[in-house]
């Protein structure tokens, strides 16, 4: 599911029914060009709120169905959106959702504990999830739980990966208070980031980021149990997506955590034995 700035979407997946790929597009653009707004160039803070504004406006045009003109603003991605919208019956809120979490990354940049943290996670993940349900007309309540469950380990997966990578955009996910009960901080991810101290394997570091791995794989754990109870498409690309995001986390694993000398990502042999688990009826094993 990992697409360049915007993190776990399928978008233009050979797994996608071909009448879904024009809506998973539309919604990708959308939230890709938001995301870029939170997160790219040298916009003022200020800035990237105002156009965000403008984007949740143009949601809540299309909330009282108003049609969105040709000349409007960013008319290039909500022209084509809210036909995808219209024709698919889509929700507004998961939307109204990532356009909060893209706020948050413009304001927030330290959280205190997990739950905010999570909390995150059900504006920036979750929905792309819950669109997904309804594209494929399976947004039954307990698949969705199953669903947020995964899209929350995905973020969480992208999170634990990007330690350095977002720390040069002055932001850490790992939960202030969990840092500060294995004795580590802030300057401790810098330094390591700068590697201004040894990038061998610390112990506090190894233990804080094993609970965070596990947690993550449980949570990813529900995405293979949703994709038993779906057929076709969407359940081998559900399975797809958390056996990437498991795969992942091994590697993290094998690297002992140090995410700073190097990025775990998954090769062309990692995606050979995705593929090979993807198509096995067996449940998944590391």
């Known amino acids: 599911m990992s697409i360049e700035h915007y993190e776990n979407f399928p978008v233009a997946s050979v797994l996608l029914p071909r009448r879904l790929r024009r809506p998973v597009t539309d919604i990708y653009r959308f939230a890709r060009s938001a995301d870029d707004i939170a997160d790219e160039g040298d916009l003022s803070a200020a800035q990237r709120l105002e156009l965000l504004a403008q984007f949740e406006a143009s949601i809540e045009q299309l909330q009282y169905h108003q049609p969105v003109l040709p000349d409007s603003p960013h ?3 909500f022209v084509p959106l809210a036909a995808s919208i219209r024709n ?15 706020r948050q990354d413009v304001t927030t940049h330290r959280y205190s504990d997990m739950a905010q943290v999570l909390d995150y996670c059900t504006r920036s993940a979750n ?39 977002d720390w040069h955009k002055n932001r850490v996910y ?14 401790y991810i810098q330094a390591r ?16 980021m094993q609970l965070l ?27 797809m997506m958390v056996l990437g995001g498991l795969r992942i986390l091994e590697r993290l694993e094998a690297v002992e955590f140090d995410v700073f000398s190097h990025r775990p990502t998954l ?4 995606w050979l034995r995705l593929i090979t688990r993807g198509l096995s009826r067996t449940s998944y094993r590391p």
């Open 88 to 102: 698919f019956q889509l929700p507004l809120k998961p939307f109204l959702d990532l356009l909060s979490a893209f």
């Open 75 to 77: 008319s290039e991605i």
């Open 174 to 187: 790992i939960p202030q208070v969990l840092l500060a009960q294995h004795d580590l901080d802030d300057d």
């Open 193 to 208: 980031t700068q590697l201004l101290r040894q990038p061998q394997a610390d112990a506090r570091w190894q233990d804080m």
């Open 267 to 270: 090769s062309r042999l990692d």
């Open 127 to 165: 929905p792309v999830g819950r669109l997904m349900l309804h594209l494929y007309q399976a947004h039954q309540p307990e698949w969705v739980e199953m669903a947020d469950s995964t899209c929350t380990g995905l973020q969480l997966v992208n999170f634990w990966q990007d330690v350095a990578v």
């Open 213 to 239: 791995v596990t947690d993550a794989r449980q949570r990813l754990q529900a995405g293979l149990i949703l994709s038993a109870h779906l057929s076709g498409r969407i359940s081998l690309e559900l399975k």
